[in-house]
């Protein structure tokens, strides 16, 4: 952060966009995967932000872009450290517009970003695993195509922007449907990597 503000100023616009992911289940997961997992999806956001969010404050100027993930509502199987950390920063993001609209300075934006899956290489490597992106039934957006998406939601300082639409469904179908029918849609959703894991035994 130092070294940013020497060579190039004072920061008005910060872009959170980091993640990794491991695909196993949670008793497979090693302690340390679980634990960089978290550093840097998650802790790093807390970093950036207390570096370059004073002169934000100072000045009530500027925005700060998180990018979570549709994971942080959908959550998948297998990947439960990066569901955590995107939820995390997702919620941080809550507290984040809390607190600045606490400390009366709203001419600091917070725009957190939940995609569903781009084609990436971190989506590439997944493919050799049960949760293979082409496999699963959702769509999977080309890079430009999404970063379009994203560059409009920040110019017009949305505060939240979930896509595509397919993630936008279930994740609002998540929060708002009742038990049993929730139920019924996670069984629904999971068939097909149901029987690809079975496959495999």
């Known amino acids: 952060a130092e070294r940013v503000k020497e060579e190039v100023g004072d920061v008005s616009v910060l872009v959170n966009n980091v993640g990794i992911v491991n695909c196993k289940s949670i008793l497979e997961l090693k302690d340390e995967e679980i634990l960089q997992t978290v550093d840097i999806n998650f ?28 994971a942080a509502f959908a959550a998948s199987p297998m990947i439960s450290a990066y569901n955590a950390t995107k939820s995390a920063v997702w919620n941080l993001c809550s507290s984040l517009r809390a607190e600045l609209t606490l400390a009366q300075k709203l001419g600091v934006s917070v725009t957190c ?88 035994q």
């Open 43 to 70: 802790l790093a956001h807390y970093w950036t932000v207390r570096s370059f969010l004073p002169w934000m404050m100072d000045n009530n100027y500027g925005h700060i872009v998180a990018i979570s993930s549709g």
């Open 113 to 200: 970003i939940c995609p569903g899956l781009i084609k990436t290489k971190m989506t590439d490597e997944q493919e050799n695993t049960i949760l293979a992106p082409s496999k699963s039934g959702y769509q999977v957006l080309d890079v430009s195509y999404a970063v379009k998406i994203m560059f409009d939601a920040i110019a017009e300082k949305k505060e939240m922007l979930i896509f595509p639409a397919q993630i936008y469904i279930v994740s609002s179908l998540i929060l708002f449907l009742p038990e049993k029918a929730l139920k019924f849609l996670r069984h629904t959703l999971l068939k097909p990597l149901i029987r690809r894991t079975l496959q495999q």
